[in-house]
Structures are given as C-alpha cells and as structure tokens.
C-alpha cells in the first residue's frame, strides 16, 4: 500500500528556515516522480512548487527558487524540503505527492496519483 507520510511543519518567525519530510512507504522512491505543493489558507492547493525526479533533475516554481531546496534519500525511501528565507506568503499546508516517473516532468496537481495528508506550516510573528 503506497503511503506518504509528511512531517517537519510548525510556526516560524519570517525570516526563519524549516525542514519538510516526506516518509514514502509501499513503493520504490528510485521510480516516482516525487513533488511538493501548497494549500494557502482559504485558497486552492498551488501546482507544485518544488518536483524531484528519479533521473536526478528538479524543478522550482520561481517564486520559491533560491530559497527552498529538495532532495531525495532513496534508501531511506524519504524525499525533503529544505525552506530557507521564509516570508508569510510561504504560509499554507504542505504535501507531497508521487507518480510513477514516465520520463516528463510533473507539476500538476492533476499529475500525480499518491498524496500524503499534510503538515501545517506558519509564518508569523
């Protein structure tokens, strides 16, 4: 059974930085696509900010590039985000999501097949 479990959320003053995780299980992480994505409050989930793919190439939405980074631990089978230079807009809940890699990137919500359930992250004073 294919599950995705994130953790690392909290509160964080701006300017602050957090470590996202992303624990996969029931699947290989060497052949999926693995993204983040980003529910604002009261908004809709965003396309994903942030893809991993097995091949070893990624991608960032610009307005988190230069300061969120993701990377991937295939043997212990958990992919992370690295956010640095937090601001509020960075508020919302984050999840992860994975697709079976077929060679093309993936940034849509629609694109993938397995989501966790989210952690919460706050930028706030």
């Known amino acids: 059974q294919v599950q995705l479990v994130e953790s690392g959320g909290g509160l964080v003053q701006p300017g602050g930085s957090l470590r996202l995780s992303c624990a996969a299980s029931g699947f290989n992480l060497r052949q999926y696509v693995i993204g983040w994505f980003r529910q604002p409050p009261g908004k809709k989930r965003e396309g994903a900010l942030c893809v991993s793919r097995p091949e070893g190439d990624t991608y960032y939405r610009d307005a988190v590039r230069g300061r969120f980074t993701i990377s991937r631990d295939n043997d212990k089978n958990t992919v992370y985000l690295e956010m640095n230079s937090l601001n509020p807009e960075d508020t919302g809940v984050y999840s992860c999501?994975?697709?079976?890699?077929?060679?093309?990137?993936?940034?849509?919500?629609?694109?993938?097949?397995?989501w966790g359930k989210g952690t919460q992250v706050t930028v706030s004073t």
């Open positions: 999501a994975a697709v079976v890699t077929d060679g093309i990137l993936k940034v849509l919500e629609d694109d993938y097949d397995h």
